[in-house]
C-alpha cells in the first residue's frame, strides 16, 4: 500500500468502525476519542492530539461533515471541505482513525464508540462536554487538556 493509500484507509465508515471497535475491545486497547471541525490545522491542534493519543493506544477522532461546520461556525465555514480536512488528520502519525459525523454533536457516536477516554480543550467544564454521561457510566475518563495560547482558528482567519 502506497503512502497516500495508507493516509485514506485511516478515514472509515460506521461499518468499519464498528468492525475496529470488536477488534480494538478484544486486544483491550484503550480508546481516546475527541471531536472537532479542524477547519485549519495549527500547532495548538497538533499539541492538543498528541497529547490525546498518549492516554491510550487509539486515538479516534470525530470530524464534522462540511453541513454540521456550517451549522455550528455559520454558512462561510468551512474553509476546506470534509475530504481535505480529512485526509490532513489522517496524515498526522499519532491519529489512528478518524470518522465523519453529520450531526452538531458526536453524543450518537460517542454512544456507538464508548470511549475509554474522551478528550476535549479545558476551555470545557468536564460536565459540560458532550458524552460525559455515557463516558461516565461505562466507566471511562474525561480528561481536557490546556489549549495553547496564541492558536486558534479563529485568530488566524482575522489574521489572514
Known sequence: MDKLELIKSKIID??????????????KNKIVFTNGCFDIIHLGHIKYLAKAASLGDILLA??????????L?????????EESRAMVLASL????????????????????????????GADYKPEDI?????????????????????????SLIKRI
Not at 74 to 80: L, S
Not at 133 to 154: M, Q, R
Open 62 to 71: 470525530g470530524l464534522n461533515t462540511d453541513r454540521s461546520v456550517r451549522i
Open 14 to 27: 460506521n461499518i468499519t468502525l464498528e468492525r475496529l471497535l470488536v477488534y480494538w475491545r478484544f486486544r
Open 93 to 120: 502519525q499519532f491519529i489512528d482513525r478518524i470518522i465523519l459525523f453529520d450531526q452538531e454533536t458526536p453524543y450518537d457516536l460517542i454512544k456507538k464508540i464508548k470511549p475509554d477516554v474522551l478528550v476535549k
Open 130 to 154: 458532550v458524552g460525559y454521561d455515557i463516558v461516565k457510566a461505562e466507566g471511562g475518563e474525561i480528561v481536557t487538556i490546556d489549549i495553547v495560547k496564541g492558536y486558534s482558528t479563529s
Open 73 to 81: 461556525k455559520g454558512k462561510d465555514r468551512p474553509f476546506q471541505n
